[in-house]
């Protein structure tokens, strides 16, 4: 199975800031790489498909960039509402699999 | 509006038996293969199964395997999980997710159902 590795497990950072989340592949997986937001006790939310697609509705403060096995994150002025946890998903193979979660907590 | 709501989480002992459903209404069910993910208590996202389209094609984690089977009815709008020889380690909040039209992740989720294995 292919594992996916998330980087940092958390982080404290403050409105306004610039935010930036990795997750690596452990084999190629072209661009299926997604990106996702959590709330604490909902159901996740997608942010990012194929590595840099935009869902439909997500404000453009977020971005994703990579391919192959480094992919990155980025939330471009922090708000509010981006506090939570994060998680990268591969979608190459029939299993797919989940990077552990990046905490993003109030400093 | 696109909904899954799952339902049958419960309270099991270990080495009993679950089945769980995911109701889907909003779009056309039979065109969209639908997941399972847990998630359990404070833990990540861990994707569990899949069945595509027609039902025939469908995987399955290792961690599940031989024990789980999906399964769905597209002429009820509906996908199960039926969940065999439960382990304490199965808690978990259970996700049904939809695949989008046009890409590879998870584009609707439900709102999840909890299930407990414990004696």
């Known amino acids: 199975d292919i594992q996916v590795t998330q980087s940092p497990s958390s982080l404290s950072a403050s409105v306004g800031d610039r935010v930036t989340i990795t997750c690596r592949a452990s084999?190629?997986?072209?661009?299926?790489l997604n990106w996702y937001h959590q709330e604490p006790g909902k159901a996740p939310k997608l942010l990012i498909y194929?590595?840099?697609t935009l869902q439909s509705g997500v404000p453009s403060r977020f971005s994703g960039t990579g391919s192959g096995t480094d992919f990155t994150l980025t939330i471009s002025g922090l708000q509010p509402e981006d506090f939570g946890t994060y998680y990268c998903?591969?979608?190459?193979?029939?299993?797919?699999?989940f990077g552990q979660g990046t905490k993003v907590e109030v400093k | 509006q696109v909904q899954l709501v799952e339902s049958g989480g419960g309270v099991v002992q270990p080495g009993r038996s679950l089945r769980l459903s995911c109701a889907a209404s909003?779009?056309?069910?039979?065109?969209?293969?639908i997941h399972w993910v847990r998630q359990a208590p404070g833990k990540g996202l861990q994707w569990v199964a899949v069945?595509?389209?027609?039902?025939?094609?469908?995987y399955y984690a290792d961690s599940v395997k031989g024990r789980f089977i999906v399964s769905r009815d597209n002429s009820k709008n509906t996908l199960y999980l039926q969940m065999d020889l439960l382990r304490a380690d199965d808690t978990a909040v259970y996700y049904c997710?939809?695949?989008?039209?046009?890409?590879?992740?998870?584009?609707?989720w439900g709102q999840g159902t909890l299930v407990t294995v414990s004696s």
């Open positions: 997710a939809r695949v989008g039209g046009n890409f590879l992740a998870f584009d609707f």
């Open positions: 909003g779009f056309t069910f039979s065109n969209y293969g």
């Open positions: 069945s595509w389209t027609d039902g025939s094609t469908r």
């Open positions: 084999q190629s997986i072209s661009t299926f």
């Open positions: 194929s590595a840099s």
């Open positions: 998903q591969q979608s190459s193979t029939t299993l797919w699999t």
